[in-house]
């Protein structure tokens, strides 16, 4: 496995691989659907944003996105093929994207997880600092996350 930037051409594969990965933590088709938006790479994601894709024997298996404002960052998103999931991933995508915001001088990472997702960050060292609401279900509160850098 190696991380790599995202290529112009992969903005449709990629949302399809985060659409995936929530799948696999069985919600339904509705919560799918309202999610689908949210989980949508466009162009302009890959241009504005840091953006790392994990790839094995050349295709994508996973991906991550942060956005930095001010001295903080955001993980906007990190999601894993199904497959690999459990294989590091996940944690070489986490690092990568600890590591950028630290390069950009944020002092903190927010992370608003999925509550599938929660226990994985936190093996990954960050400390939980409340409830977010869900911008994508109303009336569903996420876990929120902050890992100091």
């Not at 915001?101 to 927010?110: C, D, F």
């Not at 409830?131 to 109303?138: D, L, M, Q, V």
Request: negative net charge; charged residues 25%.
């Amino acid at each position: 496995m190696n991380l790599r930037q995202a290529r112009t051409t992969e903005p449709s594969d990629l949302s399809a691989l985060c659409l995936r990965s929530k799948a696999h933590w069985g919600y339904d088709e509705e919560c799918m659907t309202a999610c689908r938006a949210e989980l949508t790479l466009g162009p302009n994601d890959l241009d504005e944003n840091l953006l790392r894709i994990a790839e094995h024997r050349g295709a994508p298996i996973g991906v991550a996105q942060i956005s930095l404002q001010d001295d903080s960052a955001e993980l906007e998103k990190l999601f894993v093929e199904p497959d690999h999931i459990g294989g590091g991933v996940g944690r070489a995508l986490f690092d990568w994207a600890a590591q950028a915001a630290r390069s950009a001088s944020a002092g903190h990472m927010n992370i608003k997880s999925d509550p599938a997702a929660a226990a994985f960050y936190r093996r990954m060292g960050p400390h939980d600092a409340g409830t977010t609401p869900s911008t994508a279900i109303p009336g569903r509160d996420l876990p929120r996350l902050i890992l100091k850098l």
